[in-house]
């Protein structure tokens, strides 16, 4: 089977979700992470071999990692709006505690997910904007100045720029904007991918803007994009990808039933 999970109101991961059915993919499941924390019976084993879990979804069924074929995932942060907590330090500690397990099982289906878990989070790292703006320039890609300041606080703001076009990349291919991705050079389609696969991500969006010059600046990234920016040609795409992902390793069945 197949996996989008993503947060309920996520509306591009809804977007993919429908658009992947339409395209044939199945069995294909949408789920929250509300879905996979909230299971009252799971199993969940980390050993020599690898990872696994098994997990009683909320209408039943079950979900064996083994049998997951490949994973949009689009999951931001573990959800604990809904936990009582008596004390801030309790929620604190709460909060520590999904979010690993939350890590845990995603880091079970890495292998065939797009986009893979990591330490700094969930559907792949968040940066700074200094550090989006170092691995621009690595990538090849035209970076504006950036003001940095020690003093703590939020970070300072870049000088004003023109609006932002939005840019999908996955894989090594680049969707997004007609008016910014029809005119975008061989150059710059590999600065993207390039920028990417520095990220350690296998889909990446991209802000970027044109100031007159030869070439589109960079104006952000994030491993949680819009994806209907990349309209049917990157649904395309993403079928492909996702079905060409090869199997995950393989780990022995669980001891016992979910519980």
Do not use: K
Request: glycine letters at 10%; proline letters at 9%.
């Amino acid at each position: 089977m197949w996996l989008v999970l993503s947060d309920p109101a996520d509306r591009a991961a809804l977007w993919a979700h429908e658009g992947l059915r339409e395209r044939g993919l199945e069995p294909l499941e949408l789920l929250s992470p509300q879905a996979l924390l909230g299971s009252t019976r799971s199993a969940h084993r980390v050993g020599r071999h690898g990872a696994g879990f098994e997990i009683v979804l909320p209408d039943g069924r079950l979900l064996d990692s083994r049998e997951v074929s490949g994973v949009l995932n689009r999951v931001a942060a573990a959800p604990f709006g809904l936990l009582p907590f008596d004390t801030h330090g309790d929620a604190l500690y709460a909060q520590e505690e999904l979010s690993a397990l939350l890590l845990s099982l995603l880091t079970c289906l890495a292998p065939v997910a797009v986009n893979r878990p990591c330490a700094t989070g969930l559907c792949g790292a968040w940066r700074s904007t200094a550090e989006w703006t170092v691995l621009a320039a690595r990538a090849g890609l035209p970076v504006p100045p950036a003001r940095i300041s020690s003093s703590p606080g939020p970070e300072p703001d870049r000088a004003a720029v023109p609006d932002s076009d939005g840019v999908l990349v996955l894989g090594d291919r680049v969707f997004g904007a007609p008016s910014l991705s029809a005119s975008l050079s061989a150059e710059d389609e590999e600065a993207c991918v390039r920028l990417a696969r520095l990220a350690g991500t296998d889909l990446l969006g991209l802000d970027l803007h044109r100031d007159g010059g030869q070439h589109p600046v960079f104006d952000g990234a994030s491993p949680l994009p819009d994806l209907r920016s990349g309209g049917e040609p990157f649904l395309d795409r993403l079928l492909d990808h996702l079905t060409a992902l090869p199997a995950l390793p393989a780990f022995p069945a669980l001891t016992g039933a979910a519980r």
